[in-house]
T-cell receptor, first 114, second 115 residues
Framework: KAGVTQTPRYLIKTRGQQVTLSCSPISGHRSVSWYQQTPGQGLQFLFE???????NKGNFPGRFSGRQFSNSRSEMNVSTLELGDSALYLC?????????????FGPGTRLTVL | EDQVTQSPEALRLQEGESSSLNCSYT??????LFWYRQDPGKGPEFLFT???AGEEKEKERLKATLTKKESFLHITAPKPEDSATYLCAWEERLGPSGGSYIPTFGRGTSLIVHP
């Protein structure tokens, strides 16, 4: 069965712009989580969506937002980009999201902010 | 405050040289400790979940164990294809009495296995 897909894979933006990243979970998975990975901070949780509702949110500013559609596909948006937003953005899906056990990660979107 | 530390940060082994990676924690009410493997330029790949002290799980050359203070990922007779960064993760409680948890990842151990 197909894995988690993320688009685009690479993105270059300039400071002040906004960006939207997309994630398609494994078929049947209803929970989608987003993460930011940087060399300095490691892998950090952004937020999780389940059945179109945000259930949990990490410690990131309000410039980071997301949504989930009825088919479980999810998007995350970053407004007013800063240089420090350059990172690998990963999404992960799981069946129920009762816990964060056994998440399946996509390949990530590499965002570079100039 | 909940804290998890992975060690060593980096490990170089010769093919066939067994070793262990450590994930030590001081997490109150641990709900589960997870191990993931991440190859360069890819997303993490789930390996194991451990829930209680004494629990062990195995997969090919990998064996994960859990005590009340730490988890070990034992690698027996590693091969070059085992080279990757190994991450441990847990669920961190949001607030002192909240019922919500968020996944939190350690900084990882970068393993290189030389042929």
């Amino acid at each position: 069965k197909a894995g988690v897909t993320q688009t685009p894979r690479y993105l270059i933006k300039t400071r002040g712009q906004q960006v939207t990243l997309s994630c398609s979970p494994i078929s049947g998975h209803r929970s989608v989580s987003w993460y930011q990975q940087t060399p300095g901070q490691g892998l950090q949780f952004l937020f999780e969506y389940f059945s179109e509702t945000q259930r949990n949110k990490g410690n990131f500013p309000g410039r980071f937002s997301g949504r989930q559609f009825s088919n479980s596909r999810s998007e995350m948006n970053v407004s007013t980009l800063e240089l420090g937003d350059s990172a690998l953005y990963l999404c992960a899906s799981s069946l129920s999201g009762v816990s964060y056990n056994e998440q399946f990660f996509g390949p990530g979107t590499r965002l570079t902010v100039l | 405050e909940d804290q998890v530390t992975q060690s060593p940060e980096a490990l170089r082994l010769q093919e066939g040289e067994s070793s262990s990676l450590n994930c030590s924690y001081t997490v109150s009410g641990l709900r589960g400790l997870f191990w993931y493997r991440q190859d360069p330029g890819k997303g993490p790949e789930f390996l194991f979940t451990l829930y209680s002290a004494g629990e062990e799980k195995e997969k090919e050359r990998l064996k994960a164990t859990l005590t009340k203070k730490e988890s070990f990922l034992h690698i027996t007779a590693p091969k070059p294809e085992d080279s990757a960064t190994y991450l441990c993760a847990w669920e961190e409680r949001l607030g002192p009495s909240g019922g919500s948890y968020i996944p939190t990842f350690g900084r990882g151990t970068s393993l290189i296995v030389h042929p």
